[in-house]
C-alpha cells in the first residue's frame, strides 16, 4: 500500500477532534490530573511530543488560576513575538485582555546593550512597570525567568505575576532559570528539562483561554 493510499480522509473541521482522539489513544491507561488534562493535551497537539505529559509541572491550582485571570481580563506579556503570534487574540480580547511583546522596541534594546542584559530580560522590566497582574508566557529566553525571580525576591514587583508559563528552550541555563520558578511562590506551569518554545508557551496560553471560554475560537 503507497502512503497515498494510507492517507486518513479526514474533514478540516474534524482534524483537531480526531488529533485528540489519536493523542488520547496513545496514551493509553496513562491518568492525566482532570485539572491539567487539556493543558497537557493540547501541548502534546503543538509539538507531538509525549514527554510533556511527564514534564510538565504545575503549581498548586495552577490551571485554575490562570482560566479565572483570564475571565478577569488579565493580559498576556511574552518573551518573543512567535509566542505573541501563536496565542489567540480575538478570544483574549473579548475578555478584555490583550498581548504584550517589548522585544523589538527600539528603547528595550538600547538598554539591553547599555546595561549587558538580554533585550528578554528588560521585557520582563518593561511588563512588570504596567503595574498590573499579567500572565508571563516565557518560551525562548531563560534570562526572561531568571529576571522574573530576581525581582520577585528583591520585592521589585509593584504587582505579582498572575501566572508564569515558563517554558524555554535550549541549552545555557534553561533548566536552571524553569527550576527558580519552580521555587517561587507564584502560580506557574514549567516545562522542566531542556524542551520548550515559543509554540508551546502559545499553546499552552490558548489552552487556558478554551477553557475560560467553554472552547470558543472566535
Known sequence: MSSLEKLEFVKPADIETRSFEIITSELGDRVLDPENELVIKRVIHTSADFEYADTLVFSEHATTIGVEALRNGCSVVTDTKMAAAGINKRVLGKFGGMVHNFISDPDVAAEAKERGLTRSAVCMERAAALGEPLIYAVGNAPTALVRLYEMLQAGEMP?????????????????????????????????RGRKGGSN???????????????????
Open 200 to 218: 508551546v508557551a502559545a499553546s499552552i496560553v490558548n489552552a487556558l483561554l478554551y477553557l475560560a471560554s467553554n472552547n470558543e475560537r472566535e
Open 159 to 191: 504587582v505579582k505575576p498572575a501566572l508564569i508559563v515558563g517554558v524555554p528552550v535550549g541549552f545555557v541555563n534553561v533548566v536552571e532559570s524553569k527550576e527558580l520558578i519552580c521555587e517561587l511562590d507564584v502560580p506557574h506551569i514549567v516545562a
